[in-house]
């Protein structure tokens, strides 16, 4: 029998035991970090609309208390523009460009509009509201305020910009939550809207389907989801044979979206026009019916309802 010196022996021993320690640990720190990793794992891991916050849906369960903390920084340009105006503070309007689109104003005053003032589509969802209402990126509460004041109707004005929330309360308006819709959640309602289009806050097709999964939760059985939406086909030129040339690679209604004011400006974020169609397929493939309540132009609004 060969003699193997005990030395030897707990030398390798050792060995093992630190080579697994050092397994263990990369485990532990693999487990620690790959929740956090907010680049190819996530859907949502870019700008979220306005550039307000950036936020991560992982494809893992939960996130580490360690990272979770972890908030990026925004602008709040349109909020800071809403404040301004609504303080008489404002001399500005806004501007705004798009990936296909040159600069163009944004007069903060419109935001401010009352019913008179709204588009017909717009009316026409303000006249069919009932119940109990979400305007989801309700902005400075135009919608909101009319059917609280006007209506009568219990209204929560939602909106990822703390400072359009701020304006809200102060215009009167009794429930004004500064939220993202993706993290709004604990109630239920029977009619919510999201006008000037509002396809928008879906960001693009890719991630369309949590959007839509989220309002799917927050509907009531009987409740409607009154949108408007925008082809954006007429933008796009046509060549000598009548074709229309658009990007390829993607929807043409994906856009980059930046909004500037007074010198500063926000980073670029996804902004999604839809043609109904599209909209069509994407809302019956996550439980909803729907239906063209009005067109105008390439403008129209569109009735959900939980199928
Ligand atoms: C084009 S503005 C419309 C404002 C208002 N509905 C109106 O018609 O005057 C879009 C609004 O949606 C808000 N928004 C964008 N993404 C959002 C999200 N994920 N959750 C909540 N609000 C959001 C923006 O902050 C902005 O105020």
Redesign the pocket.
């Known amino acids: 029998m060969k003699y193997i010196p005990k030395i030897l022996t707990s030398t390798i021993k050792n060995n093992v035991i630190k080579f697994q320690n050092v397994i263990l640990f990369t485990i532990f720190l693999i487990l620690l970090i790959i929740p956090n990793i907010q680049t190819n794992f996530s859907v949502l891991s870019r700008t979220?609309?306005?550039g307000?916050r950036k936020f991560s849906h992982s494809i893992f369960p939960y996130k580490t208390p360690i990272f979770a903390p972890i908030k990026f920084s925004m602008k709040d340009l349109?909020?800071r523009a809403i404040w301004d105006y609504f303080q008489n503070e404002n001399t500005e309007d806004l501007q705004t460009e798009t990936s296909i689109s040159e600069l163009d104003e944004l007069p903060v005053k419109y935001?401010f509009r009352d019913f008179e003032e709204m588009n017909a589509i717009?009316q026409k969802a303000l006249k069919l509201s009932k119940g109990k209402v979400l305007?989801?990126?309700?902005?400075?509460g135009?919608?909101s305020l009319y059917l609280q004041n006007e209506k009568n109707l219990e209204v929560t004005a939602?909106?990822?910009?703390p400072k359009?929330i701020e304006v809200c309360q102060l215009r009167g308006i009794n429930k004004a939550v500064a939220?993202?819709?993706?993290e709004f959640s604990g109630e239920t309602f029977d009619t919510i809207l999201l006008?000037?289009?509002g396809t928008?806050?879906f960001q693009s097709l890719q991630v369309i389907d949590i959007y839509l999964k989220k309002l799917h939760s927050l509907l009531n059985k009987n409740g409607q989801i009154l949108i408007d939406g925008t082809d954006i086909l007429y933008m796009f030129d046509a060549d000598e044979d009548g074709g229309i040339l658009i990007p390829a690679g993607g929807y043409y209604g994906e856009l980059d979206y930046v909004v500037h004011y007074k010198d500063e400006s926000e980073d670029p974020i996804k902004w999604l026009y839809l043609d109904f169609n599209t909209l069509k397929n994407a809302v019956e493939n996550n439980g909803f019916k729907i239906e063209k309540v009005m067109q105008e132009e390439d403008s129209y609004l569109a009735k959900l309802t939980k199928k």
């Open positions: 979220d609309n306005f307000y349109m909020g935001l717009e305007d989801i990126g309700a902005g400075a135009s919608h939602l909106d990822i910009s359009s939220q993202n819709m993706l006008l000037m289009n928008g806050i």
